[in-house]
């Protein structure tokens, strides 16, 4: 069974940075993909960011674009989601997710076309 563990989350001041982990284990896979979603107090789930283990390629919301990056880690079922330039609006619960692919193809920022999923992890930007 996977598992999805992230972590990082705390409070920051805005215009700081933030660098959140995820670890799938047992994502063992030539085909997956592995995502962020943020979710804030009476707001639905929002795709953030996502990476295709498979063709390499990356999706960003465009609220995120230019500040937020993802990155693999050293591990073959990690990702590392760097954040820069955080404001309000980003205060949410951070969820990492992850699925299988059953051939080549580039992630998508839907919740649904992911089968894994973490706890959260919460960012609050504050000052």
């Known amino acids: 069974q996977v598992q999805v563990v992230e972590s990082g989350g705390t409070l920051v001041q805005p215009g700081g940075s933030l660098t959140l982990s995820c670890t799938a284990s047992e994502l063992t896979a030539d085909h997956y993909g592995i995502g962020w979603f943020r979710q804030a107090p009476g707001k639905e789930r929002q795709g953030v960011t996502c990476v295709s283990f498979s063709d390499g390629t990356t999706k960003y919301a465009d609220s995120v674009k230019g500040r937020f990056t993802i990155s693999r880690g050293n591990g073959t079922n990690t990702v590392a989601l760097q954040m820069n330039s955080l404001n309000a609006e980003d205060t949410a619960t951070y969820y990492c997710?992850?699925?299988?692919?059953?051939?080549?193809?580039?992630?998508?920022?839907?919740?649904?076309?992911?089968?894994?999923w973490g706890q959260g992890t919460q960012v609050t930007v504050s000052s």
């Open positions: 997710a992850a699925t299988w692919y059953s051939g080549s193809r580039p992630c998508l920022l839907l919740a649904y076309d992911y089968d894994f």
